[in-house]
């Protein structure tokens, strides 16, 4: 039986000016999945969601969630999904149960959120001030007062940014059990790791366009690499005499290159990251560097994983 699909949308744009921010992308997701957007800055994540939940209004194409319009049924959306958006604040002396005693009002039903602080972590910062609160302890926060209406979908938008590695596994933790309670959970991420690990499926998007959409294990096979060789170029030797500080510069790529098993050679100064397939693809790029004399260290292997994808879709310069 196929699974009920609570949010679609169809060819959707959005333009500021000359720049396509969201330039023609359709979605359909089911109900109790948690789904992934990832994009690099600028590619249009934000203003995608932000036209999903109502609060941007799309140029042209067609959204529903849970059959509602965001545009038009945006008051009766609003009591059954919650939003935790990517800028949250409060004011500094307002106290926990003070912001959850507020939005609970904004809603016709709520949840007693004194429950909802005890699966959070909360229950002893009940009585703190904002200001009193860590940067995970806002974070949770601010998923309860998504939570508070117990919704249908609640949207995460770059939920763990700015948290330490503790405080972002016991997010990801917190995000597997509300899609145990049946609700249904959007989120956009800067990080694979934690698309690849919460998602069951994941949309990379560019330039305002999906350009994948799988789920994290099917998108890694599909690149068809399945391991990655990280070393570090540190020396050059010929025979027994090693020439110290070899420029990275003089490596060249192309060496490891005709390496069976090789698919793609990556250099960042003296780092290289080698792409490939085989279960002897660390021994042969071994006696090609030896054999070719090049010194290295910290060699390690991987498996490719969803970092390699988005990588090898939307490549490796910086966007602002």
């Not at 809603?107 to 007693?112: F, G």
């Not at 959007?186 to 959409?213: N, P, Q, S, Y």
């Not at 500080?245 to 698919?263: I, K, M, R, T, Y």
């Amino acid at each position: 039986m196929q699974a009920q699909e609570i949010i679609t949308v169809e060819n959707l744009y959005k333009h500021y000016g000359q720049v396509k921010a969201v330039d023609g992308i359709s979605l359909q997701i089911s109900a109790s999945e948690i789904f992934g957007m990832v994009g690099p800055n600028g590619s249009g994540k934000t203003t995608t969601i932000e036209c999903i939940e109502g609060l941007r209004q799309p140029d042209k194409g067609k959204v529903r969630v849970l059959g509602l319009d965001p545009e038009k049924d945006f008051y009766a959306l609003r009591e059954i999904i919650g939003v935790q958006l990517q800028a949250c604040n409060l004011p500094a002396r307002m106290r926990v149960e003070e912001a959850l005693d507020l939005f609970a009002s904004f809603y016709q039903h709520s949840v007693d959120w004194r429950a909802l602080l005890d699966d959070l972590g909360l229950t002893e910062k009940r009585r703190s001030f904002y200001n009193q609160l860590s940067g995970g302890q806002k974070q949770r926060l601010f998923v309860a007062l998504a939570l508070i209406n117990r919704p249908n979908i609640v949207f995460l938008d770059e939920l763990t940014t700015g948290l330490d590695p503790q405080a972002r596994r016991a997010t990801w933790d917190l995000v597997r059990r509300i899609r145990e309670q049946g609700t249904t959970v959007f989120l956009t991420t800067h990080f694979m790791e934690e698309a690849e690990r919460l998602c069951d499926r994941v949309a990379i998007l560019d330039h305002g366009r999906v350009i994948a959409m799988d789920t994290p294990n099917s998108l890694v096979s599909q690149l068809g690499m399945s391991r990655r060789v990280t070393f570090e170029i540190n020396g050059h030797s010929s025979g027994a005499t090693k020439i110290a500080n070899h420029a990275a510069s003089d490596f060249n790529p192309a060496l490891l290159g005709v390496v069976e098993g090789v698919q793609k050679v990556d250099q960042d100064g003296n780092e290289v990251v080698v792409h490939g397939k085989g279960n002897g693809l660390v021994g042969e790029l071994v006696r090609a560097l030896e054999n070719a004399g090049v010194s290295f260290t910290n060699l390690r292997s991987e498996q490719a994983n969803l970092e390699d994808v988005f990588l090898a879709l939307t490549g490796r310069a910086i966007r602002n």
